[in-house]
């Protein structure tokens, strides 16, 4: 199970911390990439990190967001300053995780969690 949270109301410049928790069977998160999707458009790739702790971005976040993860908490954060109007969306994290029912590696979606950037 991987659930976000973090989410919510923000006005223009302002920031927010999205986590993203994996809980249940899943006892190691490798990899995870934070995506959004805002209404009519299409998911879009925002931040990824590799199991190594190296991140890429997309060229709207570069210097405005960050992305992190705690092993021990099985978590990945997505700390975004400086929003913009434009950055509202739903975000959703994808982790490949270590399910331990299953003794093998698997690709999780969260639901997501709504952000709302007012100007």
């Known amino acids: 199970l991987v659930v976000e949270s973090g989410g919510g109301l923000v006005q223009a410049g302002g920031s927010l911390r999205l986590s993203c928790a994996a809980s249940g069977s899943i006892v190691s998160v490798n990899a995870a990439t934070w995506y959004r999707q805002a209404p009519g458009k299409q998911r879009e790739l925002v931040a990824a990190i590799t199991s190594a702790d190296a991140t890429s971005y997309a060229a709207s976040a570069k210097g405005r967001f960050t992305i992190s993860k705690d092993n021990a908490k099985k978590t990945v954060y997505l700390q975004m300053n400086s929003l913009r109007p434009e950055d509202t969306a739903v975000y959703l994290c994808?982790?490949?995780?270590?399910?331990?029912?299953?003794?093998?590696?698997?690709?999780?979606w969260g639901r997501g969690t709504q952000v709302t950037v007012a100007s």
């Open positions: 994808n982790v490949d995780a270590l399910d331990l029912l299953t003794m093998g590696w698997h690709n999780y």
